[in-house]
């Protein structure tokens, strides 16, 4: 039982989540959009996530049951009681995420409850897949990457229908058993994607020294394998026009930017770092930025929420394909992608948007459109309601 004919049936959605808000996340923020989505169409909605009991935040319509023992084989004797009580048909939503199920990660009596529920529905939402193993890597490494694929496969021989944020998962979910194909159902942005006028004007303003100023802007955590290709795209692309500030966004963007003008103190005065922000500040701060760079080692995914985020505002975006980046992207006309995950060549492809102002407004039209198109909530709704056919990786 699937799609339209449960929901005739009056079924009830359940959403298990390891994290839901007040618990920051990205998992977290994910969970509670779909909830709230659903709850507005008109669907019963339920959330279950470990917490106390006393945290009562929940968008309108939806029902929070927090799980104080989170998964644990006491919580979920918790869970199935609780569910039991409920009436109808229910369609159990798995947001899984290995380690936000407890016993660090290797809950397989979660993974083995689920394979029993056989009177509902369960939809499995791979956000990740299980943990890399390999001969280099220590025993315990190895251990937790042997525990989680097996989990993984306890969950997909039972589901009824499954989902993953990216193809990129689809090398760790193609062997049997499997009953259903795998569709691909990308992650939408947690920002707002229309902030107000009058917040994104006075943001610029704040930002731009003076009225031909080109504002670069990044967002992210700074990791070191995305600051290594920042560090040599950045100073470079402000050498090459004195106009030109960089804004970066963000938990880490201090730190980085220390680092930056430390290297550059010619750059000095120039790299602004803002930190983390609320997400409406953010949102505007981004819409504010003339062009974003973000460039990702393993190439632009849908896993990417920055570079989400920016194609949700509209933002003329540069990024770079690699090995995790799906196809879809390639010829989406919806932002300038390098050809490859160097600096030499991200440095190329934004020295040539930059150069080209006037192809700024058009391509930040293509990003919103083909967002909304492909990565919005409404789309994710639509999948989830069988209004519209997901891509299945096979597509990708």
Known sequence: MSGGYADA????????????????????????????????????????????PRETLAPEGVTVHRLPEGYGVRGLKRLEQELERLPGPKRLVVQYVPHAFGYKAMN??????????????????????????????????????????????IVLARADRVFVSTPWWNR???????????EWLPVPSNLPTQPPLSAVESRRAALRPS????LIGHLGTYGALITGLLEEVLPALLHQDARRRVVLAGRGSTHFATQLTGRHPELAGRVQALGGLPGDELAATLKACDVLVQPFPDGLSTRRGSAMAGLGLGVPLVSNAGPATEAPWR???????????????????????LSTPGSWPALGRRAADFYVENFSLAHTLDVLSNRVRARGVEDT
């Open 211 to 214: 009225p031909d100023t080109v």
């Open 172 to 182: 760790l979910l193609h062997a049997p058993p499997r009953r259903v194909p795998i």
């Open 108 to 153: 397989v009596p979660f993974a083995l409850w689920l394979a029993r529920r056989r009177e509902d529905e369960v939809w499995m939402f791979f956000h990740e897949v299980c943990f890399p193993w390999g001969w280099k890597l220590p025993w315990r490494h190895n251990v937790l990457g042997a525990v989680t694929r097996a989990m993984a496969a």
């Open 9 to 52: 049936l009056g079924v009830s959605w359940h959403l298990l989540t390891g994290e839901f808000p007040p618990r920051p996340g990205g998992v977290s923020d994910y969970t509670w959009q779909v909830a709230e989505g659903l709850a507005r169409e008109g669907c019963a909605v339920h959330v279950w996530a470990p917490g106390d």
């Open 331 to 353: 010829d989406s006309g919806a932002l300038a992608l390098a050809p490859e995950p160097t600096a030499a060549s991200v440095l190329e492809t934004a020295e040539a948007l």
